[in-house]
């Protein structure tokens, strides 16, 4: 049986017509956003938007919210620990009581990988499922939102001619993960550099993706370049040699940078930073390099446009003057 609702729930096989016309949207929605206009476009009038969020977010839950509201929905917030969920109640059985009381779009953030798709085969009959962050294998808003930063820098179809470099904890980031699969679909360079504890070969094949162990080889030629946060709640024992090993080869710097890379390179990361472990604060506030401001204007403007195509018959037909 196809759903009548379509879902966002995976960065993985959007072709890339699909994606230049979701950036499209989200461009616009941001254009919009930057226009000074007051902040309401009420497209979205009379459907009901809840945010489950069974894992700490400040960025992701924050700009669902906002977006929901900017475009006149109704939302819930709903955090999983204050929740009946701790008098043990299944998170399906939540689900199933809010959809009771009529919710148009589940916007989820849970720690167990494939949840969203057994909710999708559960619910998405009756509501749109949106992944806001899924253990550590997914986090399609999120990729979405780097792509759109980088096509402000260059146009989409020229990002193939690009390089890219991934550097950190990718094993436990969700948002690498991401983006080795969303970045597949716009075809740009992406190298892959951080500890063996932290990137193992067989991610990179997966994505057939070079591996470097130090910044020098990822950092060569590169146009951006993405760090991470290091997962320390996500950190079994002994994967990295200390903080301050992994401190020493691995942070991205004004010194790294002018070292190894060229001097248009800018720098993504998806926050939250621990500062001067994964990226000196220096180089966090630099305005010539660092996107990160615009990354999260671009997360706003992504999950309207995100809440437009779910929920919106002719979301491309949206007029925003
Ligand atoms: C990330 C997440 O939760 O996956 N944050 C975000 O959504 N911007 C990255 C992280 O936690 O490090």
Not at 16 to 32: D, I, M
Not at 73 to 84: I, K, P, Q, T
Not at 90 to 111: C, E, W
Request: with cysteine; hydrophobic share 40%; glycine share 6%.
């Amino acid at each position: 049986m196809s759903a009548p609702f379509p879902h966002l729930i995976t960065s993985a096989g959007w072709s890339f017509t699909r994606l230049s016309q979701f950036l499209s949207l989200a461009q616009a929605c941001r254009t919009a956003l930057d226009s000074g206009a007051p902040k309401c476009w009420p497209v979205l009038q009379g459907k009901t938007v809840v945010n489950l969020f069974w894992e700490p977010s400040t960025r992701t839950r924050s700009s669902f919210e906002l977006a929901a509201r900017y475009l006149g929905a109704h939302v819930l917030n709903f955090e999983g620990s204050s929740s009946s969920v701790s008098k043990g109640e299944t998170l399906f059985d939540t689900v199933d009581s809010l959809l009771q009381m009529g919710v148009d779009a589940f916007v989820v953030r849970h720690r167990e990988d494939g949840l969203h798709q057994r909710l999708v085969d559960t619910f998405g009959a009756k509501t749109a499922v949106l992944n806001a962050g899924e253990g550590v294998s997914d986090h399609p808003t999120q990729a979405l939102l780097d792509v759109l930063t980088l096509t402000q820098q260059v146009p989409l179809e020229a990002l193939k001619d690009k390089k890219l470099a991934i550097v950190g904890d990718i094993k436990h980031s969700r948002v690498a993960q991401a983006n080795l699969s969303l970045l597949q679909t716009v075809g740009i360079d992406v190298h892959c550099a951080g500890p063996e504890g932290l990137l193992s070969e067989a991610t990179a094949q997966q994505f057939n993706c070079p591996v470097h162990r130090d910044l020098a080889p990822a950092l060569k030629d590169a146009d951006f370049v993405m760090t991470l946060r290091l997962q320390k709640e996500r950190q079994e024992q002994g994967v990295i040699e200390s903080l301050e090993q992994f401190t020493e080869r691995f942070q991205l710097n004004h010194t790294t940078l002018e070292r190894y890379a060229p001097p248009h390179v800018k720098l993504l990361h998806p926050g939250p930073v621990n500062r001067e472990v994964e990226l000196s604060s220096a180089l966090m506030d630099d305005p010539a390099i660092s996107l990160i401001r615009e990354q999260v204007r671009n997360g706003l403007a992504v999950r309207m446009a995100a809440l437009l195509v779910l929920l919106h018959p002719q979301p491309y037909e949206v007029t925003w003057v």
